[in-house]
């Protein structure tokens, strides 16, 4: 299976068009959105369109700049899935999300972030590969080491620790774009607004 990942759009319509352009170049059979789509709630228009129209499957979560409301607004539109809480399988993958991060307009606690993540795991711990969904990064990661500002999600850490997920996708902090490291086996890749091919 072939993903394009990507996070922290921000409300850029020809970002999003252009990363549709890339999906359908590069074949993929799953676009995985990792929050911040909006630049704080404001318009959600063309972010979500280009992906559907190139008839790509798209999973999402919110990030801290919008809602679970928007998220769900955004997934019953497009007839998408919103990973917050939720988890997904396609093609004995397993997909699992927790949207939201510990600041921002859309603010959870780390043992909230914790229990979605272990209630929508629990769905897809028979799955041959797992994914975990974030917006936020773990807290102890690299990508903490970018950023005076926006520190790593213990809960998110903790979920690393106990689910041992194959990889985890997250964006967030804008600086660590393209990072990618290893949390114990689980492989951590801040996808950034540019888009990352995972190919499984």
Do not use: W
Request: some cysteine.
């Amino acid at each position: 299976m072939k993903i394009l990942a990507s996070g922290d759009i921000h409300g850029d319509i020809r970002l999003a068009e252009s990363l549709a352009e890339k999906a359908e170049k590069e074949k993929v059979d799953l676009v995985v959105l990792c929050g911040d789509l909006t630049y704080g709630e404001q318009s959600t228009d063309g972010l979500i369109g280009p992906f559907v129209k190139k008839g790509k499957k798209v999973v999402l979560v919110p990030g801290n700049h919008e809602t679970v409301a928007t998220a769900d607004f955004l997934s019953k539109l497009y007839n998408i899935t919103n990973l917050h809480g939720y988890s997904m399988i396609e093609k004995d993958i397993g997909l699992f999300g927790a949207g939201g991060a510990n600041i921002g307009l859309f603010q959870l606690t780390e043992t909230e972030l914790f229990d979605l993540l272990k209630n929508s795991y629990d769905k897809i711990k028979d799955t041959k590969t797992k994914i975990m969904v974030t917006h936020v990064h773990p807290s102890g990661s690299k990508m903490e080491k970018f950023t005076n500002f926006f520190p790593g999600s213990t809960g998110i850490k903790k979920a690393v620790d106990i689910f041992k997920p194959d990889i985890l996708l997250c964006s967030h902090v804008h600086e660590a774009e393209g990072i990618e490291e290893k949390l114990g086996n689980t492989k951590v890749i801040n996808v950034g607004k540019n888009g990352k091919i995972i190919d499984l």
